[in-house]
């Protein structure tokens, strides 16, 4: 089993910034990638980055040059950086490991946090 717990969320001003992490715990193996997706109102869940064990990393395009990706092996935590925030990235925030077993690729999720971003 894999549990994933995010903190970090919150109101903040377009412009502003705020951070999440995600700490994994649990049978979690060496090889994963770790990553956000976010999902907001009356919208499909989608990809806002995600980062291999070496540190490889995917943005969305909506994204890029504004949020930062990064995390700490040792103690399976990723920490999303969000920059000069605009409205449209308010969502719900969710934390994702996926890491193959048999063969199989298997997707864990946190809870997700709120991130709002409104004057």
């Known amino acids: 089993q894999v549990q994933l717990v995010e903190s970090g969320g919150g109101l903040v001003q377009p412009g502003g910034s705020l951070t999440l992490s995600c700490a994994g715990s649990?049978?979690?193996?060496?090889?994963?990638?770790m990553g956000w997706y976010r999902q907001a109102p009356g919208k499909e869940r989608e990809l806002v980055a995600r980062?291999?064990?070496?540190?490889?990393?995917n943005y969305a395009d909506s994204v890029k040059g504004r949020f930062i990706i990064s995390r700490d092996n040792d103690k399976n935590t990723i920490f999303l950086q969000l920059n000069s925030l605009k409205p449209e990235d308010t969502a719900v925030y969710y934390c994702n490991l996926r890491q193959r077993s048999w063969g199989t690729d298997n997707d864990y999720w946190g809870q997700g946090t709120q991130v709002t971003v409104s004057s």
């Open positions: 980062i291999s064990n070496t540190r490889s990393t």
């Open positions: 649990g049978s979690i193996f060496a090889i994963n990638t």
